[in-house]
């Protein structure tokens, strides 16, 4: 008889270095469609041979190098539990920056037009959609696999103000203005040796890489941003944080005022945002 705390003391003597006893909690609790918690509880009982059977293939993928959130096929965001899967970046504790940034600029009790640009999942414009509900929000993306997936996620939150469209970028939004503009576009360099490594090799290249010195889509957004902000919106772009003095340079030069910096939670500099007019 194995138990599960047998099977994953296994699991964990199996998993090479960077990977961990949560990644295979993670993984069983999937298996097993139970909380984390309840493994604790349950640690003497027995698992089931077809239950176990299917642990060591997640275990043989995540030793691959797959990442978690693909195997189990959710991760959780700011309050909201997502779909997710490889037609999108996996939601990263650091990107709740920028929802709690674009929050201080929705009034709870005044309505707002939002749009969040490549959205992938949808989690940014899900967060805010959930703690906003008088706004607006628009989420759009060029791929229509991630539209697939963050409108799904919308339906299971059923959101009802948060709206999903294909655009690549503001291609798609005609004329219409927001009050405020939020982004986690691709940042990376092309040729970053991080997009060889990690979670990274599974992830959408398109949502992470953005030319030489990664800033081609900020360049697009922050150039025709303007266009379709509201007089005295805000525009709020997700960065990597050696980018700080080159995007903030491109929100000057776009016409943007009061640009300012702020850190995420490990002090690294995250995002940055502007004022049009």
Do not use: C
Request: glycine share 8%; net charge negative; hydrophobic share 45%.
């Amino acid at each position: 008889m194995t138990t599960i705390a047998a099977a994953l003391r296994e699991a964990i003597e199996s998993l090479p270095d960077g990977m961990d006893r949560t990644d295979a909690e993670y993984l069983l609790a999937h298996v097993l469609e139970k909380p984390r918690v309840w493994l604790y509880a349950h640690a003497d009982d027995e698992l089931a041979p077809a239950h176990r059977e299917v642990f060591r293939g997640l275990q043989a993928r995540r030793k691959a190098g797959e990442p978690v959130a693909y195997l189990t096929g959710q991760r959780g965001f700011w309050s909201l539990d997502l779909k997710v899967n490889a037609d999108t970046l996996i939601p990263r504790p650091e990107t709740e920056r920028l929802v709690e940034l674009a929050l201080a600029f929705l009034h709870p009790g005044r309505p707002a037009a939002v749009l969040d640009l490549g959205t992938g999942s949808g989690a940014v414009a899900l967060a805010i959609a959930s703690e906003r509900p008088l706004s607006q929000v628009t989420a759009v993306d060029i791929s229509p696999a991630a539209l697939a997936v963050a409108s799904a996620n919308g339906r299971q939150l059923r959101l009802a103000n948060v709206f999903f469209e294909h655009s690549d970028w503001f291609s798609g939004l005609g004329g219409r203005r927001f009050d405020v503009i939020v982004s986690n576009p691709p940042y990376i360099e092309n040729d970053d040796v991080h997009l060889s490594l990690g979670d990274l090799r599974f992830e959408p290249r398109s949502a992470l890489a953005s030319g030489p010195d990664g800033l081609d889509d900020i360049r697009v957004i922050a150039a025709q941003a303007g266009q379709h902000l509201l007089p005295g919106g805000w525009l709020l772009l997700e960065h990597g944080w050696q980018q700080r003095a080159a995007v903030r340079a491109l929100l000057e030069a776009a016409g943007f005022t009061e640009v300012q910096t702020e850190p995420d939670l490990e002090g690294r500099d995250r995002v940055s945002l502007g004022r049009l007019g």
